[in-house]
């Protein structure tokens, strides 16, 4: 099983980035997916999540409105549509696949128990 995330890079706020994760070794039909991110020095934060159970889904207030996740289980990938990029949204975005069908939130935030993991996609957003 392997996740790997493409599409990071440098952008100037207020640009845009797709990221992209592409599954082996097992399908996204049953499997909650979702992105994360991490900034230095902060703990790992749950950006936004899409169950397979019934298409719903999970953002994180400060993404409310800019970031678009969905998935295209033809092709075995998610992705992260990110748009009007703050500086504050520079973070190492990793993807990940959950054994459980529904997106897992508690008191707001996304659980991060996730079984799969990616390796990880750098963004940085200048000022």
């Known amino acids: 099983v392997q996740l790997v995330e493409s599409g990071g890079g440098l952008v100037q706020a207020g640009g845009s980035l797709r990221l992209s994760c592409a599954a082996s070794g097992f399908t996204f039909d049953d499997h909650a997916i979702g992105w994360f991110r991490q900034a230095p020095g902060k703990e790992r934060e749950g950006v936004s999540c899409l169950s397979s159970s019934d298409g719903t889904t999970y953002y994180t207030d400060s993404v409310k409105g800019r970031f678009i996740i969905s998935s295209d289980n033809a092709k075995n990938t998610m992705y992260l549509q990110m748009n009007s990029l703050k500086p504050e949204d520079t973070a190492v975005y990793y993807c990940?696949?959950?054994?459980?069908?529904?997106?897992?939130?508690?008191?707001?935030?996304?659980?991060?128990?996730?079984?799969?993991w990616g390796q990880g996609t750098q963004v940085t957003v200048s000022s």
């Open positions: 990940a696949a959950d054994l459980l069908p529904t997106c897992v939130v508690v008191a707001g935030q996304l659980v991060n128990e996730y079984e799969y």
